[in-house]
């Protein structure tokens, strides 16, 4: 069984910058894909960065340039360096992993993490 445990997330203020992490636990699993969702109150879920095993990585374009994702796959860790945050990053973070067992893929989520940025 897969498990994600995220780290970081809190207050900062605008142009400041935080980071977070998350690490898929378990065994008996393939990682193929790790990475971060968002999601603000009445809006819906959207991507923000997502790593790929095979070194790919994939970003929305809101936050291109201002946000880096960088990944471990030994230790099946992901980071995201969040630079120049802005109010409107304000959400929930949710960590997310497409995993192999066996032949069939599926989608964990993690608890999700608040990230607050004020003006």
């Known amino acids: 069984q897969v498990q994600l445990v995220e780290s970081g997330g809190g207050l900062v203020q605008a142009g400041q910058s935080m980071r977070l992490s998350c690490t898929a636990s378990g065994g008996g699993f393939r990682l193929n894909t790790l990475g971060w969702f968002r999601q603000a109150p009445g809006k819906q879920r959207e991507l923000v960065a997502l790593y790929s095993t095979s070194g790919t990585t994939n970003y929305a374009d809101s936050v291109k340039g201002r946000f880096t994702i960088s990944g471990d796959n030994a230790k099946k860790t992901v980071w995201l360096e969040m630079d120049s945050l802005k109010p409107e990053d304000t959400a929930v973070y949710l960590c997310?992993?497409?995993?192999?067992?066996?032949?069939?893929?599926?989608?964990?989520w993690g608890q999700g993490t608040q990230v607050t940025v004020s003006s």
């Open positions: 997310a992993a497409e995993v192999v067992v066996g032949s069939v893929a599926s989608n964990t």
